[in-house]
């Protein structure tokens, strides 16, 4: 979920490819170099064979030498036939603290997920209907009266996307700390006449997931963190994820490294307050919270079958081979989403075929040729490991 199309410097290509090599290189010459420096701890028991774990290190490492990866994490889970989990490269340019497998990150749109979860869950409960127009519940939406929560939780309302007006990203970057409530962050996308009827086609907008956490604020009562918390996380035992209410990050957490800058060099943006992104993207997880929600949102652990069913019914995007749910991808097979932040990017999904997860965490967010670098190392990943399910996150990446 970046809020504006990066520009990618000489300067961060040439700084972020230099650390992908030399951060594995603790433990043995350069010429014997091992691929993966931080094997995960007691959490992958039974390997998925020399012949493969070979394979998916060295991909690992040419993806991330060619996208300039400072540090990334990934956990592949294939039941029946072992697990693969690895941690490389720094977590710290500056002092090449290396990555660490049970590092906290900061998950973006992944957020999405969970804020949908958290209304469809009122919708069991038939608090809600997803035919409602968001006008029942939220004034001054532009063509509010014809947009359903429906329609929002597909990418399908027509609302412009605040994150793409340039006022908002201008007070973004020139004030990184600054805090966003959600009506402040719609106001701008609300200047902006509507993109298109609603249900007229898919456009990914941040606007849509921002409503419908004030939707769920407004039929509980409560604040969607607390929602979140009481009714996601803890009956998903999700004991590492949070939603933050400013930049607070948990330790230990890497550095998170971005382009997404006035002047497009690379900055630090560890600390900068995501709350402007808010239930489109503000949480905050780790590598085995995410590999058990990866299950539990794809087969719909916390929902009634019916509602299940239809969270995952989904309709083209425009990328062959990617359909969106409620709140969901699809793609080639895989299901659950993407997340991009200032600094950081995710992706957990789970192919429910081969009953197998795939997690990918990393300490940026700037694209290499066009691409978003999880995408790139998740698309890589499979192409090995799953060559009939290969993923492709391009869909959310605006």
């Known amino acids: 979920m970046r809020p504006f199309t990066s520009r990618r ?33 007691g959490d992958c028991p039974d390997s998925l064979g020399r012949k493969l774990t070979s394979r998916l290190d060295k991909t690992m490492n040419d993806v991330g030498k060619k996208a300039g990866i ?3 994490v990934v956990g592949l889970w294939m039941p029946g036939k072992g697990c693969y989990v690895r941690s490389m490269g720094v977590a ?26 958290a209304l469809l869950e ?17 004034k001054g939406v532009p063509n509010g009266r014809r947009i359903t929560l429906r329609r929002l939780a597909q990418m399908r309302s027509g609302l412009f996307p605040y994150t793409e007006d340039p006022g908002f990203v201008h007070d973004l970057l020139s004030d990184p700390q600054r805090t966003f409530t959600p009506r402040q962050s719609l106001a701008y996308g609300f200047k902006h006449r509507n993109t298109f009827a609603p249900g007229k086609k898919f456009q990914y907008s941040n606007s849509n997931l921002v409503l419908l956490g004030m ?20 009956p998903a035992h999700l004991r590492d994820t949070l939603f933050p209410q400013g930049n607070e990050f948990p330790r230990p957490h890497p550095r998170g490294y971005t382009d997404q800058t006035p002047s497009g060099e690379v900055a630090d943006a560890t600390n900068w307050n995501p709350s402007w992104a808010w239930a489109a993207g503000a949480m905050i997880s780790d590598l085995q919270d995410l590999r058990t929600w990866a299950k539990s949102v794809a087969t719909g652990q916390l929902l009634s079958p019916g509602t299940q069913k239809q969270r995952l019914k989904t309709l083209p995007t425009g990328f062959p081979g990617t359909t969106y749910g409620l ?13 991009s932040i200032p600094g950081y990017e995710t992706v957990t999904v789970y192919l429910p075929s081969q009953k197998a997860t795939l997690v990918v965490m990393m300490n940026t967010d700037i694209t290499s040729q066009g691409q978003e670098p999880s995408t790139l190392l998740a698309r890589a990943i499979t192409a090995v490991a799953t060559p009939e399910n290969v993923y492709d996150g391009s869909a959310t990446a605006p």
């Open 9 to 41: 410097s000489l300067c961060a290509a040439l700084l972020a490819a230099s650390l992908w090599a030399p951060a594995v290189a603790h433990s043995a010459p350069a010429d014997q170099r091992p691929v993966a420096a931080h094997p995960d701890k």
């Open 327 to 339: 709140g969901i991808l699809k793609t080639n097979g895989w299901i659950g989403h993407n997340g």
């Open 122 to 138: 009122l919708v069991d409960e038939g608090r809600v209907k997803l035919d409602d127009p968001i006008s029942d519940y939220v």
């Open 70 to 72: 400072p540090g990334a």
């Open 215 to 234: 939707v769920v604020e407004k039929v509980t009562g409560h604040r969607l963190a607390d929602v979140i918390r009481h009714r996601v996380l803890h």
């Open 92 to 117: 710290d340019t500056r002092t090449g603290r290396p990555m660490a497998a049970d590092s906290f990150v900061r998950i973006g749109s992944e957020t999405k997920t969970f804020t949908v979860t």
